[in-house]
């Protein structure tokens, strides 16, 4: 399954974006799917994740209240609706998956990544 990432860019502090990850091939049984990102010279770390149902979401404490992570099977597709943006957002998103039910933490346990999408927030 391949991923593709599109929707970054610059945004100024306070902006929005919405980032999108399309799946190549249909996602149903991506159950657990979620947004990395990895700032220069930091660790990767999980801002969201969501599993299929649609019902059981992740957020990192510092994204919490101002992004929101959404699926649409039908479209294969995973969404990231990140609002009141700050400079410390600013990274590579990346997009991920695997089959199963499992804890969204363990980022070595994925089987596929997109490419990334930069995404840039100037004060």
């Known amino acids: 399954v391949q991923l593709v990432e599109s929707g970054g860019g610059l945004v100024q502090a306070g902006g929005s974006l919405r980032l999108s990850c399309v799946g190549l091939?249909?996602?149903?049984?991506?159950?657990?799917m979620a947004w990395y990102r990895q700032a220069p010279g930091k660790q990767r770390e999980l801002v969201a994740s969501?599993?299929?149902?649609?019902?059981?979401?992740n957020y990192a404490d510092s994204v919490k209240g101002r992004f929101t992570v959404s699926r649409d099977n039908a479209k294969r597709t995973m969404y990231l609706q990140m609002n009141s943006l700050n400079p410390d957002a600013t990274a590579v998103y990346y997009c991920?998956?695997?089959?199963?039910?499992?804890?969204?933490?363990?980022?070595?346990?994925?089987?596929?990544w997109g490419q990334g999408t930069q995404v840039t927030v100037s004060s």
């Open positions: 091939r249909n996602i149903l049984n991506l159950n657990t």
């Open positions: 991920c998956a695997r089959g199963g039910y499992y804890s969204p933490y363990d980022v070595a346990a994925y089987d596929y």
């Open positions: 969501i599993y299929t149902d649609d019902d059981i979401r």
